[in-house]
């Protein structure tokens, strides 16, 4: 598992492009595929409800609650394979965390649109460690408004691991965008630390 800083100014990112081997991220894609309880739920978007475009989870410590977008998320208990890549991530990283939220990407059609994770339970300056399974897609980032940088792109491969942290999400917006190219599907584990409020 070797880290590689990532040249953000007015960020902290880590990446390791191959910290799960490829067999074993094609075998945990499958099982999280078959066995996660997804859900296809709405969020409220410039006042509207619109279906997200992808299919979501959240698994955790039992306080481990979290909203986001309208929605209001109570953790799902930690399965076996989940709480056993926590705790490899923990080890890897140097942090702890108490949740995960799972995204299913099905296909190039499914998106995630252009935020930032700065939800008052994340804390000030969250680190938030971002598994990544199945089909490779291009990772965006933007610098929110009043940072004059130019964005910045990152292909997320199987298995690899990119970490935010410090000052990432007061300065920066990230999204998945959707892609014409016919892709398979990929699974997104974000591993957080929720604080009661």
């Avoid at 978007?45 to 619109?50: D, H, N, R, S």
């Avoid at 997200?52 to 609650?65: I, K, V």
């Avoid at 990407?105 to 930032?116: A, F, T, V």
Wanted: net charge positive; hydrophobic share 40%; charged share 20%.
């Amino acid at each position: 598992m070797t880290f590689s800083p990532l040249p953000l100014p007015r960020a902290d990112l880590l990446f390791d492009p191959v910290f799960l081997p490829a067999a074993e991220a094609d075998v945990l894609l499958a099982q999280l595929i078959r066995d996660v309880s997804w859900e296809h739920r709405n969020i409220r978007i410039f006042g509207k409800e619109l279906p997200q475009p992808r299919l979501t989870a959240w698994y955790g410590d039992p306080d481990a609650r979290y909203s986001y977008s309208g929605l209001a998320w109570e953790p799902r208990p930690w399965t076996l394979a989940l709480h056993s890549l926590r705790q490899r991530i923990e080890t890897a990283t140097g942090t702890a965390f108490n949740s995960v939220l799972l995204n299913y990407y099905r296909d190039g059609r499914d998106s995630m649109g252009w935020h930032s994770d700065d939800e008052p339970e994340l804390g000030q300056s969250p680190a938030i460690a971002s598994l990544s399974l199945g089909a490779t897609r291009r990772f965006r980032l933007r610098p929110r408004a009043g940072l004059d940088l130019p964005p910045f792109g990152l292909d997320l491969p199987t298995g690899s691991l990119l970490l935010m942290r410090g000052p990432t999400q007061q300065h920066w917006q990230h999204a998945l965008p959707k892609t014409a190219r016919p892709i398979g599907p990929r699974l997104n584990l974000t591993f957080r630390q929720v604080y009661s409020p």
